[in-house]
């Protein structure tokens, strides 16, 4: 894989390849021509493709002719950016189709070169719901990519695919549980007192790799440049400190009501303890919601310029909520039934689609919050499943 983000990759990163002879490897991949439309191409693509999503993720590069894996001669594709466009569009529909469970992630990128001829750059993501299996005209065959290309895995190595994913998911709730109890004792990077508190998590799910960790200025300097802030702050400082960066409300009397910490393995964390009407015990309805989903929508969007792979599991938890109601606001019924519990563990979601609204990607969670309060599901959205609150 080309080590720069595939949007910023120019003609010169391409003849660095061919200048140091730099190899296909479990990465990187080259081609010299776009596959045809027959099925033997396709199925080739879908291989190369899955390969690279099932190992470590990579790029293909189309319009680089190599020798014995080795790029020989930069002579790019004979096509316009609108056929590019239109070959992207190609690529998604046929990995939808033809591949299960459906990668997402995928980029194109057109690099135009001197000769008036295009590179193209396919990046694949390394998955986290492998194993991906071709599955195209009745074809049902699992791939891998090693040092010297793709090859079919066998049993065990499918059997070590499936047990990393359960890995994976138990890694993502030891961590959060882990922080909660933290939150819960007070113990987070400031103090915020022992009152009821909304806790957002979003966990790249490539954070639990080994010496995952993204350089602190730039994460720093990001955070300032897109002005991110704290869910439902009342105000923003920010600093480096030991776990990575931290942003928060400015302290009255030793307590802050909000801050967010965004961990050097790119996992963020935000608490927030204003939201919530605590004299009357209620959850306002419309606000809890729409401030989770402006937070979550920029939390994302700092942390893909890092170049985090675009697979997150976000999660909320309220905690010392039993005997809070759900603010309704219906006329007839302007309360829900109270909380039964003191922790509300609400189940995450994964995000892989970042094109898909991440409203209506969060509304699970908020049905399930609103179930908690003796209701069908959250009532501020249409019946399309987009958030459309009735002021």
């Known amino acids: 894989m080309i080590i720069k983000p595939i949007d910023g990759i120019e003609e010169a990163d391409l003849k660095f390849l061919i200048e140091n002879a730099v190899p296909e490897s479990r990465t990187l991949e080259y081609k010299e021509a776009f596959p045809s439309n027959t099925d033997a191409d396709k199925k080739e693509f879908l291989a190369d493709i899955s390969a690279l999503a099932n190992s470590s993720g990579g790029d293909i590069i189309y319009g680089l002719r190599e020798r014995a894996g080795v790029p020989s001669e930069l002579i790019g594709i004979e096509v316009s950016q609108s056929e590019i466009d239109s070959r992207k569009l190609w690529i998604e529909e046929l990995a939808r189709q033809g591949i299960e469970p459906r990668i997402f992630g995928l980029k194109t990128e057109g690099i135009p070169l001197s000769n008036g001829r295009y590179a193209v750059i396919i990046r694949v993501p390394k ?142 964390e935000s608490v927030n303890t204003s939201m919530l009407d605590n004299s009357q015990k209620l959850i306002p309805c419309i606000c809890y919601e729409k401030e989770i989903i402006k937070f979550v929508e920029k939390y994302l969007k700092y942390i893909t310029e890092l170049e985090i ?83």
């Open 127 to 268: 998955s986290w719901s492998s194993p991906h299996c071709v599955t195209l005209k009745g074809t049902f065959k699992f791939y891998g990519r090693g040092t010297n290309g793709k090859y079919m895995l066998d049993v065990n190595e499918l059997k070590s695919a499936f047990i990393a994913s359960d890995t994976l998911e138990r890694k993502l709730k030891e961590f959060r549980l882990d922080r909660i109890s933290q939150i819960v004792a007070d113990e987070g990077p400031v103090k915020q007192g022992n009152g009821a508190k909304i806790i957002v998590h979003i966990m790249p799910l490539n954070s639990f790799n080994m010496g995952a960790r993204y350089d602190v200025k730039d994460m720093y300097q990001k955070l300032e440049q897109r002005s991110l802030r704290t869910l439902y702050g009342s105000g923003h400082m920010s600093r480096i400190n030991f776990d990575g960066v931290l942003a928060f409300s400015p302290t009255y009397e030793g307590i802050s009501d909000s801050y967010m910490q965004i961990f050097n393995n790119g996992i963020g």
């Open 309 to 391: 792979n675009p697979s997150y599991f976000i999660a909320v938890t309220l905690v010392n909520i039993k005997g809070y109601k759900m603010e309704t606001r219906h006329i007839l019924h302007p309360y829900s039934n109270e909380i039964d519990r003191d922790i509300l563990l609400i189940p995450g979601i994964v995000v892989e689609d970042l094109e898909k609204p991440i409203d209506s990607q969060l509304k699970p969670i908020f049905d399930s919050i609103w179930n908690s309060c003796g209701r069908m599901g959250s009532s501020n959205y249409n019946n399309e499943g987009i958030f459309a609150p009735k002021l």
